[in-house]
DNA sequence: GGGCGGCGGGCATACGTATTCACGTGACAT
DNA sequence: ATGTCACGTGAATACGTATGCCCGCCGCCC
């Protein structure tokens, strides 16, 4: 049997199509009386409005589309687990907002920035991804010509193209540092790269910097050094660090997962955590709290930081004006920086 | 100004607007040079096809719908890890396949089941989670009779309704608990609830009893305690056992959450994992690698696992037959579990 | 040289909904 | 009794694409 269409349920009801219509989306013109004709025969045929026919006609589709830009990193099975949690609430906010959610993993290199609005899939899209600003401009650029709405999650500076939501990076990098100052920490080690290729890295190196400084310390470079966001990459990077023989009681890690690669690396070096050097991380991933000992770490809220992207990206779609947005972090103290 | 419509093509490549239709979309009876003048058009104005009208017209959304439930726990923000690696993969062949991928997070008790191929908002759906059959077997019949396309991730056994995709939940049991046999353990303890309710933890256990057949033994209840899929399912369970003195120098946990929560509760009673107790969970989270001793695990292979779900998918979707399959898993030997 | 076949492309139309406009009916006031 | 108005509904149409059908033209063969 063919699928229902308005007419069926126009005919059912004995009324027309556009009654059915309005009836459906709830026009106030419709008597309450052919309302409930409409909806009971709706309920009977197991009618549901076709969304394509619904999008096509009101020039909408009530979707959102949520890209993703790999990491550097080859190994496509290794998604950035932050954002992996932050993709639930993303999803659960646009259910409760009453949009569809459409997923989409990107190369850098695609040329993605004309294909989710211009082929009307989307209503607006959510980029979401580390990465240098500077790669992103012209196409972001090219997004704000052709009036794409869009929210980008990052690190939110003045002067840039398009609305930003991120998390207060920096003062999180300062938290942290204060946090091991506190505990008498004096050597503090940096493991992240922070070059501007890594907004974020950069923001929270610049937190640590600041905590320093109103320590009367300065950022010294032989206690850097680079690693991308990776366990891997945090293991190599605290092994560099040993290997040069700088002195060290204490390592920030601009994410969670270089501090357990750090970890490992301390452990391997018969440095204890935390009594020789207290660790702290960023993001608080479920990881965090099971490592052992466990970490201590910045936390990032990912619901809320999805809540907020699908409400600005909302609020733009509506054509209102709306702001960058810095969400708070909060330091968890655990076991790995216990003094 | 107005985005361009196929109208607007026809015009600028001096064609009427169903041959724009059919060069884009590769028809052998449009000629080379047509193509390409269409091709030319549609690139300088930057014209898209409106997927709206498209896929109205051609009754087909190409799109696929993952729909998500829940796990039991109300905290929203923890969603299966592995399936969130599946997810990756999933998105992956869905863009290599042409389709793009629709996202939706369930409570058990909502009527998804009619919400997403009813309203043409996709051409098949993939349920993922854990989850009772019996439970589920009304939505899957109504999902049958109204001839929407899905496959399901699970536990497949015969006489089920629908295609099932799933790992060798028993196999894996199996290999698990003759790896622990192997290295010398006789009480070996399993953790996890294996009731129908969760069906892959049933047969993880089966392959645990069958081992323990092989070996001459049979599976006592006292070495047995109920657990879902958390770390601190985990923990309550070790603790269980640890509690009722029953002996065991070795665990097989259901899932790597609920044996890293036992590899605390054990940490926390002073039984050292592996000298006292051998641990071994099943899944390969990120995290079992990173615990320490390094979790001794089952693994299922999350990207090999999203493409079989899709590609099944757009099988059934094509109208051809399919079976269910059972994917391969692999015992991955670390510390946990060393001799 | 005329008929025929095939290829390339135009005409018309359908997909199912939402919206604009117009119309009929009753109530109420003049 | 007639004009006005509001309210509820139907008729017509547009959204942009894909496709069945038909037609014209060119080349080829007898």
Known sequence: MRRPTSFDIAALAGVSQP?????????????EATRLRVFEAAETLNYKVDKNASNLRRQASKTLALLFFEDPTPDDSSINPFYLSMLGSITRTCALRGY???????????NWHVDYEDSRKADGIILLGYGD????????????????????????QAGQLGTTIGSDNAQGGLDAVRHLLAQGRR?????????AQYPEFLERYRGYAAAL???????????????????????????QLLAAGTGFDAVFAASDLIAIGAMRALGEAGRLVPRAVAVVGFDDLPAASLSSPPLTTVMQDPRRAGEVLVDTLLTLIRGEAVGNAILPVRLVARGSSAS
């Not at 050597?187 to 070059?195: C, K, N, V, Y």
């Open 19 to 31: 009654t059915v219509s309005r009836a459906l989306s709830g026009n106030a013109s419709v008597s």
């Open 100 to 110: 569809d959610l459409l997923i989409s993993f990107q190369q850098l290199s695609g």
């Open 213 to 239: 400084a109103e320590a009367g310390m300065a950022a010294e470079p032989a206690l850097q050094a680079d690693a991308i966001s990776t366990e891997e990459a945090g293991h190599h990077a605290a092994e």
């Open 133 to 156: 600003y500077l790669l992103y401009r012209p196409r972001l650029e090219q997004l704000l010509e052709q009036g794409t709405h869009f929210v980008r999650w990052g690190s939110a």
């Open 187 to 195: 050597r503090i080690a940096f493991l992240g790269t922070a070059s």
